[in-house]
């Protein structure tokens, strides 16, 4: 079974109702509706840089045997 994506943008109703229409759309069918709201520029902060973003996270500290684990999954990864 294949899927069709339809991405539509519209904006929300009084009644806090969606309402669309789309050619690609047969009466009757089932469909499935995601909604996603649209993020405004305060609600994601924005980093110039991936780094900047590490740089960003709160400090973690692992434990030693977590770093030998980390190590031990780098090491696998280089080989």
Known sequence: MTQTAIRLITHVLPG?????????LVEG????????????EHATPQFASTWEYLQSLPPRNHT????EEIERQLQEARN
């Open 29 to 40: 069918e089932g469909v499935e509706l995601i909604i996603l709201k649209a993020e405004t």
């Open 64 to 67: 030693p045997e977590e770093w």
């Open 16 to 24: 806090n109702r969606v309402e669309f229409a789309s050619p690609e």
